[in-house]
């Protein structure tokens, strides 16, 4: 199966499976070159990623044995939520439906790359475990780790609190030079802060748990 429409020779998919990672920033136009090191440009596996804890972490678990598929989310990356919130609602087999609840209070920090409508079998391996891990609960967000080559755009007056996040102003795979705009802040104040391009390149990841009139020392590490 035909999975990326490459030029000259497009790329096929080389076993069954899932994509569990397709190269950020590959865009039409693009080469492989212009946005990664190497050339790989996704990845197949016989299922999504099932999310993995971080150290003081705590999982969201889903029951899988009659599980049918993802009806919806009711949490996202950001939220916080106490014990016995609603995180996700599954279809069950038999017809009915099921809410998979947050065992403790917290952030949301991670969720599973599972979406509204997925079997359960394409993120959780039911061969080995009946539970699989939806999501985690943590006391924030963690950053993003920088990749080879990359350059990190930090918060600026990261020691000021009360920071609240306006917006992004680029998209994923969109070039920036010097100066650029990357994300608007706003103080106590009304002040708004930025966080700019230290240099030109290719924005590669947004931590997209990030929304309007989120206060950042409060959800991220």
């Not at 391996?125 to 755009?153: E, H, M, N, R």
């Amino acid at each position: 199966q035909k999975i990326i429409d490459m030029d000259p020779v497009p790329i096929e998919a080389p076993a069954d499976g899932f994509v569990t990672r397709l190269q950020e920033g590959l865009v039409p136009g693009k080469t492989t070159s212009d946005v990664a090191w190497g050339e790989q440009c996704l990845m197949l596996g016989p299922s999504l990623r099932e999310v993995t804890p971080k150290s003081g972490e705590v999982t969201v678990d889903a029951v899988v044995l009659d599980a049918k598929a993802l009806r919806q989310w009711k949490k996202k990356v950001g939220d916080r939520v106490v014990a016995g919130d609603p995180v996700a609602v599954m279809d069950m087999n038999d017809g009915t439906t099921e809410d998979v609840t947050a065992p403790t209070a917290g952030i949301v920090s991670r969720t599973s790359d599972i979406k509204p409508g997925d079997e359960m079998e394409k993120v959780c391996d039911t061969t080995q475990s009946d539970t699989c891990v939806l999501a985690t609960i943590g006391d924030k967000v963690a950053p993003l780790l920088v990749q080879y080559g990359g350059s990190a755009i930090k918060v600026p007056n990261w020691g000021k609190s009360n920071l609240k996040f306006v917006e992004y102003t680029v998209q994923v795979g969109q070039n920036v030079d010097p100066g650029d705009t990357i994300a608007v802040m706003v103080d106590p104040s009304g002040n708004n802060i930025t966080a700019d391009a230290p240099h030109a390149g290719t924005v590669q990841k947004r931590l997209e748990a990030m929304s309007y009139d989120m206060y950042l020392d409060k959800v991220l590490q």
